[in-house]
């Protein structure tokens, strides 16, 4: 089957690149919303935005300037901060959504008190709030609203003396002699510090004020290419969570399937109920989930929050979306979830629906609605990505046997169509749930044309890294024959190397690990020291037994010291080393020491010489040895204890 079509698999992840909603570069209908070229036309000027004069944006960069340059004091620092909010009063709105005075209130609002904060945010609303409306939307503004109101994080719960809410309090003393106030209604508990207390009441209404304008504007806000990003960080802030800001990360490097590490801080109790509305109001917008890609991006923004901070709520919101998608007019017979998961907009909000929901929701997914279509949609260009979060999502649950039968049909046709995501996490998902092993890994042998005769076995590995099938690695005219010429290791591609970390999991590996030892040291030098293959290399050397490990070891006699003189091949050594056991580690280090001055003098080996204390197995062999023995017996210690 697929004689030529599966000759080399394609070595992308997905088929085609897909865009991932909530960027900055909204084009068309995006700028005759808010804030865009058209919708700037919002504050006279003959129709056009007013705008900073030359005078005033050349202030604001020296301001800019002097707040890279730091402050030796606080004193400095507030009055310096003072003396420039003075100077924004009366004009923070031209400021806001002025590229320069954009940034430098972006530096400068983390500076400020929260009530100075907080009227910044006043003057950017004007006397009705409503102006928050167009700052939002403004490529600029938009950042300076997220920055005001980000600094609502550094509220930590504290009540002032004079607060109401102390008639339900009552005061403890700590052991460590530290004022407390726990609330006898909700049992909260409220530090009390020597000082002045930093006031965040206008902040709060401000924050409160900015909802009630987003709940108001709720279509155009959350379909807005820059007013969304205002309403994804009034979620996380309502929740109680932020990531880093925006403004700190560099373009052009983005980093895929690296999640934002959120930090959680307490939250006043009207935010705990301004969420709910919020969410409410966003729900009965749920239509434009589907059909918008900037939309979507803020529901799943909502999921994700509400799923770390209010589960139950959360839990409300995932069965009222998958109501609703599943009550689409779709052909007779057929989900409309296949149609929304071929959907650019529409998939990325299932994903994260998929990642997650609880056991009835996934088994009500699959059991009514995918079944029997999982084949096909691991071969749409852009449906391949939520069956890739569904396998990985079932494999803690029974029905992970049952979606395994139907994916691993179509192994070689999702090979040959250049998904390998799928095929990587139905191997990652088989590994986790230790079950239908044996029938992934034969699958593959057949897939890549070494399963028939036996001999082919040992030539899986460097197969499975390079993506490529018998007879096109070893150049070979026909798939009959059982030997195989020679081939230097090459093209190691990032999914060939994952799906053999995940295979390595597997509780029967030994077809690789024979493979590995067939490999010719210059082979395995050239593993150690590739980005993709050094992780293969620390996978299979790591996961092995001690006589397994031991085996591969001696393949590795005489190419420690070229390991620990490159980059990643040092690493490597490293890693095997932390796994190796005594008598392991020895070899290791007989094999280094001879090559001191080399190792001692080169950027990456003079690390492992001082890592591995090999001065002092030179001269003090006997107490290294007692030291390596004791470090072996803690790592066995702990390895028992967590498993």
């Known amino acids: 089957m697929l004689e030529e079509a599966v000759e080399t698999y394609p070595q992308n992840g997905g088929g085609k690149k897909r865009k991932y909603p909530g960027g900055d570069d909204g084009k068309g209908e995006e700028r005759k919303k808010w804030g865009g070229e058209e919708g700037e036309r919002s504050q006279g000027d003959g129709g056009r935005k007013q705008r900073l004069d030359a005078m005033s944006v050349g202030y604001f960069r020296r301001v800019g300037e002097r707040l890279a340059e730091g402050f030796e004091d606080k004193e400095e620092r507030a009055m310096f901060v003072e003396n420039v909010l003075s100077e924004v009063k009366g004009q923070a709105i031209m400021v806001a959504m002025d590229c320069t005075g954009s940034i430098t209130l972006q530096r400068l609002l983390p500076l400020s008190t929260a009530e100075q904060v907080g009227e910044v945010l006043a003057e950017l609303g004007g006397e009705s709030g409503s102006e928050l409306a167009v700052v939002s939307c403004d490529r600029c503004g938009g950042h300076v609203v997220e920055s005001a109101v980000r600094q609502m994080s550094r509220w930590t719960g504290k009540i002032p003396l004079s607060s109401p809410c102390q008639i339900l309090c009552i005061q403890i003393i700590k052991s460590d002699k530290t004022p407390q106030l726990v609330c006898i209604d909700c049992f909260h508990f409220f530090y009390t510090t020597e000082g002045e207390e930093e006031s965040f009441e206008l902040l709060e209404a401000q924050v409160l004020s900015l909802s009630q304008v987003v709940r108001d504007n709720i279509e155009e806000f959350i379909q807005h290419v820059h007013g969304s990003h205002v309403v994804r960080t009034l979620l996380h802030l309502l929740a109680g969570c932020l990531g880093?800001?925006?403004?700190?990360?560099?373009?052009?490097?983005?980093?895929?399937?690296?999640?934002?590490?959120?930090?959680?801080?307490?939250?006043?109790?009207?935010?705990?109920?301004?969420?709910?509305?919020?969410t409410e109001t966003l729900m009965e917008n749920i239509n434009l989930s589907v059909t918008d890609a900037v939309a979507s991006a803020v529901f799943q923004t909502m999921l994700t929050v509400c799923h770390r901070k209010r589960p139950k709520l959360c839990k409300q919101l995932l069965k009222q979306i998958m109501a609703y998608l599943t009550s689409r007019s779709a052909a007779p017979g057929l989900s409309p979830l296949l149609v929304f998961l071929k959907d650019q907009a529409s998939s990325h909000l299932i994903e994260t629906i998929i990642q997650l929901s609880h056991k009835p929701l996934l088994r009500d997914l699959y059991k009514n609605h995918l079944k029997g279509h999982m084949v096909d949609l691991a071969l749409h260009p852009i449906a391949n990505f939520p069956i890739q979060r569904l396998t990985a999502a079932s494999a803690k649950y029974t029905m992970f046997l049952?979606?395994?039968?139907?994916?691993?049909?179509?192994?070689?046709?999702?090979?040959?169509?250049?998904?390998?995501?799928?095929?990587?996490?139905?191997?990652?998902?088989?590994?986790?749930?230790?079950?239908?092993?044996?029938?992934?890994?034969?699958?593959?042998?057949?897939?890549?044309?070494?399963?028939?005769?036996?001999?082919?076995?040992v030539s899986c590995l460097p197969l499975f890294m390079s993506l490529l099938t018998y007879e096109v690695y070893y150049h070979s005219e026909t798939a009959e024959g059982g030997t195989s010429t020679e081939v230097p290791l090459a093209s190691i591609c990032y999914h060939g190397s994952r799906l053999v970390q995940a295979l390595s999991r597997f509780k029967e590996r030994s077809v690789l690990l024979s493979s590995l030892r067939t490999l010719s040291q210059a082979d395995i030098l050239t593993l150690a020291s590739d980005p993709a293959g050094s992780h293969v290399l620390q996978a299979l050397v790591t996961t092995s037994s001690d006589k397994g490990r031991g085996k591969i070891l001696r393949r590795l006699e005489g190419l420690h010291v070229q390991m620990a003189c490159s980059r990643l091949g040092s690493r490597v050594l490293e890693a095997i080393w932390n796994s190796a056991s005594v008598n392991q580690r020895q070899s290791i280090a007989q094999d280094l020491v001879p090559s001191e001055n080399q190792l001692r003098s080169h950027q990456f080996a003079r690390h492992v010489w001082a890592k591995f204390a090999l001065t002092h197995f030179v001269h003090r062999r006997a107490h290294w040895q007692e030291i390596q023995a004791g470090e072996s017996k803690k790592r066995k210690l702990f390895s028992d204890i967590l498993e």
């Not at 139905?426 to 897939?447: H, P, V």
């Open 244 to 278: 880093p800001p925006r403004t700190e990360s560099r373009q052009g490097a983005k980093v895929r399937g690296v999640v934002p590490l959120l930090t959680d801080f307490e939250i006043p109790t009207s935010f705990w109920y301004e969420l709910k509305s919020l």
């Open 402 to 457: 049952t979606l395994f039968d139907e994916l691993i049909q179509g192994v070689e046709a999702v090979l040959a169509s250049g998904h390998m995501g799928v095929i990587v996490q139905l191997a990652e998902s088989c590994a986790e749930s230790e079950e239908k092993q044996d029938e992934m890994l034969q699958c593959l042998l057949r897939a890549f044309h070494c399963a028939e005769p036996g001999s082919r076995h």
